[in-house]
């Protein structure tokens, strides 16, 4: 009889967990899909007739379709950009000994311990000067920041992993380093290559303080966007609920197939060498 | 050729290194000149030295100090609402039973979602006269004033709601992680001993489950410090300063008040904080780094 109710309760919390995540999101598309004065009811009504006004007036009828194709150039340009110089630097921290290389090493992830705004304002500044604000590099510089250390870091977990024998074997047939890495390494580590970039790209995806500093008008990404809408008179709830909708579906995507790399990805596990 | 074998390193690792230094050496090295002085955007060509007038004038500030106490604050209650609640499920995960695959699958979404997002998401819910919170709250016969983001008694546990539904999923997946990796032998050499199931969970499991947890702590504690993107969208720091954590008030000196001398100097003691609970949480939990 106890052990019954024990049971019972483990999922009651199972259920309520459950529904504690859940909930706000799908709160938040039924939200994009009523009609505007039904958005504004107490109690709220659960039964109305579905519109798509609101992702009509963002996306196509507003600059909101733009707005997304910023989001996607940048954080497609950070990932690309990290995964490159994130693997070519994993690699020579990996496959070689040199000195100051753990000090090195150290410096490069601790980048991801700064606080954004301690980079960003600086930053701004200097961004200013050189005449580069409002544009995708500005914010890509930004992303940087921190991207670039957690895909060296995650690429280095990776590479751990390869045998050495396989290079060696090339490094013999007297092909060189540079080519050994890409023939050899790129190759085989082509699923981590894939998942650290989608990793970079979610990360850029979601930032919000260095585009908020950095970009006015043409550079803007969603995020950024999104928060204008307090500048008119009347909230329009549907239509932010609308743009979040769509915006969140990139990482729903990746929470759904990328769960195995995912605690990788969000902890310093792995660095416990 | 023996010496271009010994730049090789070197020639893979550049690339990044030079990013590196431009993106962020060099923004905190600026950072140390513009908090020597009176750099301030309104008048970005008369950069005055001041030496170390802005570090002695920020803790004279009243709103500094305040930042610092709502960071604090924040991070002590969201953290242990995190952590118990994280230990909690993950716990009830190592159990059999039905539905704990759908937990773990969707436990990582609110991590995915951008946190602006998720700001706009409550404060919908949060909304006084036609949110889901404050009706539900209402109608089982708790008051919620002008609004649970507009009362200064619930603001800051409203914001830390948030926070926790965020972010609980990642403290929920390593803490499993790491429950997942334990040996078996010293728990089934006490349960033969005759303990009970709360002496295994105080007396084997958590010691062994020690550097996981100061890992998560560590990891959570850096991040939540910084904490920025929802405290803008719900509540902008308000109502008064209540709010107001420290990378919004560097956020407002620079940026609104274009202070950049002054906000430099806050975001050095700001780093120097941050480094210093790493070190101090390293120290604690004997994790070696690197």
Known sequence: MFKSIKKYIDLWIIVLTLVIILFPVIWTFFLSIKPIWVAFLSPPRLFFTPTFHAYWSTFISGPYSMYLLNSLIIAGSTSVISLILGSLAAYGFVRF?????????????????????????????????????????AVILGHLTYILPFSIWMMSGFLQGIPLEMEEAALIDGCSQFGALVRIIIPISRNSLFATGIFCFAFSWNEFLFALLFTLYKAKPIPVAVTEFWAEMTVGWTEIAAVCTIYIIPGVLIALFLRRQFIRAFSLEGMNK | MKLKRRMYPYLFIAPALITLIAVSAYPLAYNLYMSLTDFNLARPNNINFVGLENFFYVFHQPSFV?????????AGIALSMEFSIGLAIAVLLTKPIRGKGLVELLVIIPLLIPPVVSGFIWRYMYQQDYGIIPFVLNSIGIETGTGLLTESSTVLFALIVVEVWITTGFVILLLLAGLRNLPKEPIEAAQIDGATQFQIFTHITLPLLKPIIFTVLLLRLVDVVKIFDIIYVLTGGGPGEKTEVISYFIYRAGAVLLRMGYAAAVSLIFVGIVLGICILILKIGRIKYV
Request: proline share 6%; net charge positive; glycine share 2%.
């Open chain 1, 97 to 137: 000994k040199f000195s100051g290389q753990r000090m090195l090493l150290f410096w490069i992830l601790a980048n991801r311990m700064i606080p954004p705004i301690v980079i960003a304002l600086p930053m701004y500044i200097m961004m200013a000067r050189i005449r580069i604000l409002d544009t995708y590099l």
């Open chain 2, 66 to 74: 305040n930042s610092l106490k709502v960071t604090l604050i924040f």
